[in-house]
């Protein structure tokens, strides 16, 4: 009886350390394409803020990334990493999703593009 008792309390303390192992890798995860959008989101401001526009989906990566003369000859970002999922950013310039003036956004951990829905991770505000 006591050697039951035992294993169960065992397996119900690990299931509750497990749970809460993963939710903390899914929060690291959200934070770390949080950071990235962030960062993606005011070198696009910047980009704006020199040129009055945003840049066109076709060219948006070389267009933050490449050196530009008219911020002393360096690149907006450095580099436009992969989200946390292994998947590009996405970006469309004008809006093809929920409004506003772009979209950036990660696919999410089903790497299925939603248009900024189901588990698509947006600009947090």
Do not use: H
């Amino acid at each position: 009886m006591k050697l039951t008792l035992f294993i169960l309390l065992f397996i119900f303390i690990f299931s509750i350390f497990t749970v809460k192992v993963i939710d903390d890798d899914k929060v690291d995860i959200v934070d770390i394409v949080d950071l990235d959008l962030v960062q993606i989101s005011k070198a696009l401001e910047i980009y704006k803020g020199l040129y009055g526009f945003y840049p066109e989906s076709s060219i948006w990566i070389s267009a933050l990334t490449e050196d530009n003369d008219d911020i002393g000859g360096s690149a907006i970002i450095e580099s436009i990493p992969k989200d946390a999922f292994g998947e590009s950013y996405i970006y469309n310039y004008p809006s093809k999703c929920n409004g506003g003036e772009y979209d950036l956004y990660s696919k999410g951990e089903n790497r299925i593009d939603e248009c900024k829905s189901g588990d698509d991770l947006v600009v947090p505000n």
